[in-house]
């Protein structure tokens, strides 16, 4: 809407009288609240300023000026007696009286004006009660540059203290890893020393403890199994201490964040407090050899009941025709001989670590029928490029969990006839570059592949499943494609 | 002629009282002239209090959903330890420590978010009492141009009042980081969804 027309030019209060103009020239806030203040802070554009009212009135006027000062003269005698001459008389006399209003009103508008300027600005003045009472009102009082801004801002000098938290953290972090690495090494050595223990007892048809005293080999695995035990079992509490340590410290941490992100604006956090505490954690979690000794409190179990333990694994367990070869392939492998290792039909734990800590880059063990899972994880330490497993029928879903966390590139599972989805669930996740499953007829869950070879992966597939596979793959971008139509 | 000058005089005498009414209405407004100004110097700072105070909100805001991203973080923590670690109720969950220690930490933040949000709700409520203020304040100037004085002590003291009061709650802490929870562990246990 144009203000210019919703004034009248004349209006007793027009927001265009100096006077108003003065008044309100440091006061935009009030002008949305009056059309009238609108005029003085909406310019309109030059054609459009004036009022057409006002324009019209002003033209009539000029044109009357006009006519009157060039059809008739100014000063005339005025005959009473001729109308013609009494309008003339008329109208100079109102010519007289505009040029007198004129006059008065210009010189009423400088008194006023004078009159202002003298009196109010004036320091004599007193102001009224309510205004000194506004001005007291400092605006620094409620200035932006006193309030606080909540940034979570790490004061330096407790820069410093968090990042020797986080070191200390990661101090025990490290240290908990390699006692879980540790307890790992020992498990396995205890799960080798059974596999062997069981070889024994099934080869030497030991049915008691006494008998199995008898050979000292037995006596020294039961022996080792028992010291093992008492590692894993005494690493318990070492681990717990640098556990707790790290949970504390990383509790500290987040509350000293949490704190330090509030300190700018909150009242109440005692960082001296915080300081003290920090100091008492990491004096406390101080790794030193006292605090990450073993416990020895654990009874050690008594090798009578690891004897029966074993000989009742033994009972279950069937020896393999292979068993000699493979043992004998085993110890070949572990001396560093690897002539026979692709020969070897059941891999035995011991060959299993012995192949993975070998420098061999690709590995053929195409006789291996069966991988139980803690094999698989010790051939997933193995740092080579090749794994080729292609005996393997079936793998269970743990075993491949543990080859899908395989850091090697490639790996041939051409024997597997079957990938059921809890077992090709790991495989998007395998950071390899190729899989051969040439011997595959059934796959659970055909989206696995699909996502696997989605993000880059190089899939060998038998016929039928790679078209299972392409009309995923399709099913996949179809939605996409048509999509990309519609919007086409 | 004779009415010419007769209206002459009587121009003359309107012209006279203009000049007169003149000199008596420029006083008038001078005098009133410092209440405007007054008024003015009040809406310039309540509109300087106003923007501090939105920043005071902006502000709070923006540490009031960092806190909440944090207490998101350990929120899907917990449900996550919850469902490995096997944790049912709230005894077992203190057995585990990282769920012990984000509970604390939840209970913490949860407690912050309060005095954050009612802080928020208190700057809100100071803003619209400057808003009221100003908009009085307007009125009483239109006021002040129209009519030949008008009393603003009350007016101009409820407009200190306020500003007084906003400056000094925008200097003081957001909220004191001291005050006790307001729920038990327990019950943080209990409101946390048992998903992330």
């Given at each position: 809407?144009?203000?210019?027309?919703d004034i009248p030019a004349d209006a007793p209060h027009s927001a265009n009288t100096p006077h108003r103009d003065a008044m309100d020239?440091?006061?935009?806030?009030i002008?949305?609240?009056t059309g009238k203040m609108?005029l003085q802070?909406?310019?309109?554009?030059?054609?459009?300023?004036?009022?057409?009212?006002?324009?019209?009135?002003?033209?009539?006027?000029?044109?009357?000026?006009?006519?009157?000062?060039?059809?008739?003269?100014?000063?005339?005698?005025?005959?009473?007696?001729?109308?013609?001459?009494?309008?003339?008389?008329?109208?100079?006399?109102?010519?007289?009286?505009?040029?007198?209003?004129?006059?008065?009103?210009?010189?009423?508008?400088?008194?006023?004006?004078?009159?202002?300027?003298?009196?109010?600005?004036?320091?004599?003045?007193?102001?009224?009660?309510?205004?000194?009472?506004?001005?007291?009102?400092?605006?620094?009082?409620?200035?932006?540059?006193?309030?606080?801004?909540?940034?979570?801002?790490?004061?330096?000098?407790?820069?410093?203290?968090?990042?020797?938290?986080?070191?200390?953290?990661?101090?025990?972090?490290?240290?908990?890893?390699?006692?879980?690495?540790?307890?790992?090494?020992?498990?396995?050595?205890?799960?080798?020393?059974?596999?062997?223990?069981?070889?024994?007892?099934?080869?030497?048809?030991?049915?008691?403890?006494?008998?199995?005293?008898?050979?000292?080999?037995?006596?020294?695995?039961?022996?080792?199994?028992?010291?093992?035990?008492?590692?894993?079992?005494?690493?318990?509490?070492?681990?717990?201490?640098?556990?707790?340590?790290?949970?504390?410290?990383?509790?500290?941490?987040?509350?000293?964040?949490?704190?330090?992100?509030?300190?700018?604006?909150?009242?109440?956090?005692?960082?001296?407090?915080?300081?003290?505490?920090?100091?008492?954690?990491?004096?406390?979690?101080?790794?030193?050899?006292?605090?990450?000794?073993?416990?020895?409190?654990?009874?050690?179990?008594?090798?009578?009941?690891?004897?029966?333990?074993?000989?009742?694994?033994?009972?279950?367990?069937?020896?393999?025709?292979?068993?000699?070869?493979?043992?004998?392939?085993?110890?070949?492998?572990?001396?560093?001989?690897?002539?026979?290792?692709?020969?070897?039909?059941?891999?035995?734990?011991?060959?299993?670590?012995?192949?993975?800590?070998?420098?061999?880059?690709?590995?053929?063990?195409?006789?291996?029928?069966?991988?139980?899972?803690?094999?698989?994880?010790?051939?997933?330490?193995?740092?080579?490029?090749?794994?080729?497993?292609?005996?393997?029928?079936?793998?269970?879903?743990?075993?491949?969990?543990?080859?899908?966390?395989?850091?090697?590139?490639?790996?041939?599972?051409?024997?597997?006839?079957?990938?059921?989805?809890?077992?090709?669930?790991?495989?998007?996740?395998?950071?390899?570059?190729?899989?051969?499953?040439?011997?595959?007829?059934?796959?659970?869950?055909?989206?696995?592949?699909?996502?696997?070879?989605?993000?880059?992966?190089?899939?060998?597939?038998?016929?039928?499943?790679?078209?299972?596979?392409?009309?995923?793959?399709?099913?996949?971008?179809?939605?996409?494609?048509?999509?990309?139509?519609?919007?086409? | 002629?004779?009415?010419?000058?007769?209206?002459?005089?009587?121009?003359?005498?309107?012209?006279?009282?203009?000049?007169?009414?003149?000199?008596?209405a420029?006083?008038v407004q001078?005098?009133d002239?410092?209440?405007v100004?007054?008024?003015?110097?009040?809406?310039?700072?309540?509109?300087?209090?106003?923007?501090?105070?939105?920043?005071?909100?902006?502000?709070?805001?923006?540490?009031?959903?960092?806190?909440?991203?944090?207490?998101?973080?350990?929120?899907?923590?917990?449900?996550?330890?919850?469902?490995?670690?096997?944790?049912?109720?709230?005894?077992?969950?203190?057995?585990?420590?990282?769920?012990?220690?984000?509970?604390?930490?939840?209970?913490?933040?949860?407690?912050?978010?309060?005095?954050?949000?009612?802080?928020?709700?208190?700057?809100?409520?100071?803003?619209?009492?400057?808003?009221?203020?100003?908009?009085?304040?307007?009125?009483?100037l239109l006021a002040l141009n129209t009519l030949e004085?008008?009393?603003?002590?009350?007016?101009?003291?409820?407009?200190?009042?306020?500003?007084?009061?906003?400056?000094?709650?925008?200097?003081?802490?957001?909220?004191?980081?001291?005050?006790?929870?307001?729920?038990?562990?327990?019950?943080?246990?209990?409101?946390?969804?048992?998903?992330?």
């Amino acid at each position: 809407m144009n203000p210019t027309v919703d004034i009248p030019a004349d209006a007793p209060h027009s927001a265009n009288t100096p006077h108003r103009d003065a008044m309100d020239s440091d006061a935009p806030d009030i002008t949305p609240s009056t059309g009238k203040m609108d005029l003085q802070t909406e310019a309109p554009p030059a054609e459009q300023a004036v009022d057409p009212s006002l324009q019209r009135t002003e033209g009539k006027l000029e044109d009357e000026t006009a006519t009157a000062a060039t059809d008739r003269p100014v000063l005339i005698e005025v005959n009473e007696t001729s109308p013609g001459s009494a309008r003339v008389g008329l109208f100079s006399r109102r010519l007289l009286l505009r040029v007198a209003v004129a006059g008065i009103l210009v010189g009423a508008l400088i008194a006023a004006t004078w009159l202002g300027l003298l009196h109010p600005g004036t320091p004599e003045e007193p102001a009224p009660a309510g205004a000194e009472q506004v001005e007291s009102s400092a605006p620094a009082a409620v200035s932006s540059e006193n309030a606080p801004v909540p940034m979570p801002v790490e004061p330096p000098e407790w820069i410093g203290r968090m990042r020797e938290l986080e070191r200390r953290r990661s101090q025990l972090l490290a240290k908990a890893e390699e006692v879980r690495t540790l307890q790992r090494l020992y498990r396995y050595g205890i799960l080798e020393l059974e596999e062997d223990a069981v070889r024994l007892i099934k080869r030497h048809a030991l049915e008691n403890f006494s008998q199995a005293l008898q050979h000292r080999q037995m006596e020294f695995a039961l022996q080792s199994i028992r010291s093992r035990q008492a590692f894993i079992a005494g690493l318990e509490k070492p681990l717990r201490w640098l556990i707790s340590g790290s949970e504390e410290l990383l509790y500290l941490q987040r509350w000293l964040k949490i704190d330090l992100g509030v300190l700018a604006v909150a009242e109440g956090i005692d960082m001296e407090a915080h300081a003290a505490r920090l100091e008492a954690t990491l004096a406390a979690y101080l790794p030193t050899a006292d605090k990450l000794a073993m416990a020895t409190e654990a009874a050690p179990s008594a090798l009578e009941v690891l004897f029966k333990h074993l000989a009742d694994q033994a009972r279950q367990t069937t020896l393999p025709a292979t068993e000699s070869v493979d043992a004998a392939i085993a110890e070949e492998v572990c001396a560093g001989e690897m002539t026979r290792y692709s020969e070897v039909s059941v891999l035995r734990l011991k060959a299993a670590r012995c192949l993975a800590e070998s420098a061999a880059t690709e590995l053929f063990l195409n006789r291996v029928k069966e991988l139980p899972a803690i094999v698989a994880q010790k051939l997933s330490e193995w740092p080579g490029d090749w794994l080729c497993l292609n005996g393997l029928k079936r793998i269970s879903p743990e075993a491949a969990r543990h080859m899908f966390a395989w850091q090697g590139r490639w790996i041939s599972l051409n024997g597997l006839i079957e990938l059921p989805a809890d077992a090709s669930t790991h495989l998007p996740a395998w950071g390899g570059q190729q899989i051969e499953l040439m011997g595959l007829k059934k796959v659970e869950a055909v989206e696995h592949l699909v996502r696997w070879e989605e993000a880059g992966g190089k899939l060998f597939l038998p016929e039928e499943i790679r078209r299972q596979v392409d009309a995923e793959h399709r099913a996949l971008r179809q939605p996409v494609a048509s999509e990309k139509g519609k919007r086409g | 002629m004779r009415i010419s000058a007769e209206r002459i005089r009587r121009t003359a005498a309107w012209a006279l009282s203009l000049m007169v009414w003149c000199g008596v209405a420029a006083p008038v407004q001078a005098s009133d002239r410092p209440k405007v100004e007054a008024l003015q110097r009040g809406l310039s700072h309540m509109a300087e209090a106003r923007r501090v105070l939105s920043e005071q909100v902006a502000s709070a805001a923006a540490l009031s959903q960092r806190l909440h991203a944090q207490r998101s973080e350990l929120q899907v923590e917990i449900a996550r330890e919850r469902r490995v670690q096997g944790v049912g109720s709230f005894p077992q969950a203190l057995r585990v420590e990282r769920i012990g220690y984000n509970l604390r930490l939840v209970q913490r933040i949860d407690g912050y978010l309060e005095r954050i949000e009612r802080r928020i709700g208190y700057f809100r409520t100071l803003d619209h009492a400057l808003e009221f203020n100003m908009r009085g304040a307007q009125d009483e100037l239109l006021a002040l141009n129209t009519l030949e004085d008008r009393d603003i002590a009350e007016l101009t003291s409820r407009i200190q009042s306020v500003l007084d009061e906003v400056a000094r709650e925008t200097t003081k802490p957001l909220f004191n980081a001291s005050d006790p929870p307001s729920r038990t562990l327990e019950l943080v246990w209990n409101e946390l969804p048992r998903t992330p």
